[in-house]
């Protein structure tokens, strides 16, 4: 078997919207516009950056809940994107999906043991005792009480509805699992708790995770590879501790320093930067960042940036590396 | 000594549910000094944003009551004071901001009506003047081309800058208080930067005192002079910024600060508070933490201890049996 799981090349998804009244126009959106990078079996891979930039979508594309318009997926050697519709359900066996609101993603009408009982009987796998016992395993290996299979899903707190999510996605016994925001909606105490759970199974599994998040806290003790995300395009990939303690990116920089420290002696000193995410309907030409960015170039304004390997694991879009090199 | 601005004492709040009347908070006392930002930090349920919601009488009734104690503003009781009153002071003296600032702003009206009237009441300016204010008020939270802002409304605007209308709106009446109710939570890492150095650039300019609600302890190092920390409704720990994170002293603070990731450096590994926080109806007898702390000896199921002052200075206490002041006269020893 490679080391590599999950390959993924110059991935695009765009959406079109119509805006205007009483003439609307057709806009394109570069929701993910050519984005790289491949996990590795046993591998954390994190996916940063702020609302917006396209790392939801860049998750969704890759199971196909959303269809991608270019590039290319490939799970264990096998192009996801070229699949049919029983190719796809199969392949989604091997890769499942976390989602941020516990509450939404849970029907409320069925109980916990329904709603992990019915995936499994639709893919026709076991009989109903077996069925039966493989969900009462599965709820004790998150954590849960055997009665929660009784129970409906308001009954659970924030984190507990949280690890029924985790079991779903355990079903099938996948090779991959995206995770997108899985614990921005919970607090601290419930975070931590829940995030030690993903990272014993992920041990037990040898599960590999696309980790999505807006918290770089969180990702930098989760992932062992991060890649930072601006409005469609990977600004920044590498080893975690690399990206965060020396970024190379001035938007890496900025994300890094604008996060609070809960240590008032460094935090006193947060970064200030003025300026918003521009609308992704209509991203600035050049590199997408080159209106907030503290060292920009004449050539930033008119130019995007390639990506630069700066060693064998990092690379970086950003013309300041370019020239260096050059 | 000096005076206090706002002097909180033995608040005590209840809720209505379906099996009768359960406290939200309980017996808080604090204070809160001229030109000091003090931090309200806890999780859900804890009762902090209850607390702001008491002090502002803005509490949802019938439903719920503020059962005992007193909230001081310059020495005047708000608690039990007549809505008129109530009304003049909040707004004008007293402030508060919310965390969602789409549903606080009222869809219909534009960032400039919506200005002008906080001027327009609290004021008794002309509608013209008001408008006039609400201009400079816009520049004053750094919202750029404010003269074509004031014609906007809030779905024109972005989630930070939605929360400059907002703050913009609760600096109108020039109030001596600041109540912000985790007025960053909802934005991006960036724009929550910009909107905390704006809220202290303001709080030096018009030297404003602040209570600042949230949960998250990255964004308390950031604003805060004080900390009080709370889980189940009470004041668990009550000190100066730099003390609490130096020297947690609260089993709960403790815990709360090892059990988040950190970025700035590596952790192996995180240490989860096992169990979940106690819902308002099912609370334990004695200390509200105790079934989720590791130090706890047999007096914590049974009776909740006070909040006593640990330290010289008087400004760092604590709810604790095995760490507060009742513990070395027991001979524990404080870890």
Sequence with gaps: MSKELLKVEGLQTFFTIKKGFPNPVTHTVRAVDEISFHINRGESFGLVGESGCGKSTAGRSILRLVEPHGGQVHLSGQDVLAMDKDQLREMRRKMQIIFQDPYSALNPRQTIGKILAEPLHVHRLGTKGEIRDRVFALLKEVGLPPEAANKYPHEFSGGQKQRVGIARALLFEPELIIADEPVSALDVSIQSQVLALMQGLQETHNLSFLFISHDLAVVRYFCSRVAVMYLGKIVEQGPVKQVFDEPLHPYTKVLRGASPIPDPTLSKKMLRMEGEVPSPLDPPTGCHFHPRCPDVMEVCKNQYPSAISVDSERTVACHLYSQKQG | ?335
């Design chain 2, 1 to 335: 000594m000096e005076e206090k601005l706002l002097v909180v004492e033995n608040l005590t709040t209840s809720f209505h549910l379906q099996n009768g009347w359960f406290s939200a908070i309980e017996d808080l006392s604090f204070t809160l000094s001229s030109n000091e930002t003090l931090a309200l930090v806890g999780e859900s349920g804890c009762g902090k944003s209850v607390t702001a919601y008491s002090i502002m009488n803005l509490l949802p009734k019938p439903g719920s009551r503020i059962d005992r104690g007193s909230v001081l503003f310059h020495g005047k009781d708000l608690v039990g004071l007549p809505e008129a009153e109530m009304r003049s002071l909040r707004g004008s003296k007293l402030a508060m901001i919310f965390q969602e600032p789409m549903t606080s702003l009222n869809p219909a009206l534009t960032v400039g009506q919506q200005i002008a009237e906080v001027l327009y009441y609290h004021n008794g300016t002309s509608k013209k003047e008001a408008l006039k204010g609400a201009l400079e008020l816009l520049d004053q939270v750094k919202i750029p081309a404010a003269a074509t802002r004031l014609n906007d409304y809030p779905h024109h605007l972005s989630g930070g800058m939605r929360q400059r209308v907002m703050i913009a709106m609760a600096l109108a009446g020039r109030p001596e208080i600041m109540l912000a109710d985790e007025p960053t939570t909802a934005l991006d890492v960036t724009i929550q930067a910009q909107v905390l150095a704006l809220l202290d650039d303001l709080k030096r300019e018009l030297k404003m005192s602040m209570i600042f609600i949230t949960h998250d302890m990255g964004v308390v190092a950031r604003v805060a002079d004080r900390v009080a920390v709370m889980y189940g409704g009470y004041l668990a720990e009550v000190a100066p910024v730099e003390n609490l994170f130096a020297n947690p002293v609260h089993p709960y603070t403790e815990a709360l600060l090892k059990s988040v990731p950190r970025l700035d450096r590596d952790i192996n590994d995180l240490n989860p508070i096992p169990g979940l926080v106690p819902s308002i109806d099912r609370m334990p007898k004695g200390c509200r933490f105790a079934e989720r702390c590791e130090h706890k000896i047999d007096v914590c199921e049974q009776q909740m201890p006070d909040l006593t002052s640990i330290s010289d200075a008087g400004n760092h206490s604590v709810r604790c049996w095995v760490r507060g002041a009742q513990a070395t006269s027991n001979g524990e020893s404080q870890a």
